[in-house]
């Protein structure tokens, strides 16, 4: 399988498949394809996986493209206006990512649940505390919101982001949730109660325009029902 990815900050991914070659994706995602590439719905792992997959973000089932008597073409479109990464998955290759980041993946891809260590303050710090695990064997196309900025964390070494500014990191990497210090900073700064801390070694990427801060910032200038 060969791709390309094109048109940012409205990105696609072109997968031309080879015959019987397959793609899974989440409810949605395909955009267009070839007549030749067959779809089925499945739950990729039984009642526990599925309900896994739903309390990251994603749909409980999956659909399974395959290209059939001879090579296919299929396309994935980003739902928001970003970018869409491709990750090479395997042993020591582990992708730890944002709910809803999963776009489309070649089979061997495994979607799983990834909790904040700390379970208190996990649960109080938002975004941070349910992310995506992706494991196993294979290709997987992850999609960002905005631009993205890379770090490379060396042993040790820590980034405090705001939290939904975190799109990804390698698993090496260890995640936490702090509070944010003072009283004042935290009820009349306007950033929040709660931040994230990435440790390293590790590689993290981080993106400009968070879903949810967009809608936070455009939320004053919609019409509000009578």
Known sequence: MNYTIEGEPLPVVICNLDANETMITEKGAMSWMTPNMNMETTSNGGIGKMFGRAFSGESMFQNRYTAMGGPGMIAFASSFPGCIRAFQIGA??????????????????????????????????????????????????????????????????????????????????????????????????????????????????????????LAGAIRPFMPSGN
Do not use: H
């Open 92 to 213: 020591g290759q582990e992708i730890v990512a944002q709910k809803s980041a999963f776009l489309a993946s070649t089979a061997g891809v495994e979607l799983s649940i990834f909790f904040q260590k700390r379970l208190g303050s996990g649960l109080f710090g938002g975004e941070g505390f349910i992310m995506q695990r992706l494991s196993g064997n294979g290709l997987v196309f992850l999609e960002f919101d905005g631009y993205i900025k890379e770090y490379e964390l060396a042993a040790g070494q820590q980034l405090v982001i705001d939290t939904g500014y975190l799109a990804a990191m390698t698993s090496s990497c260890q995640i936490d949730i702090q509070t944010v210090p003072g009283f004042k900073n935290a009820v009349f700064g306007g950033e929040g109660l709660f931040n994230t801390v990435v440790t390293g070694p590790g590689r993290i990427w981080l993106q400009s325009m968070p879903v949810s801060q």
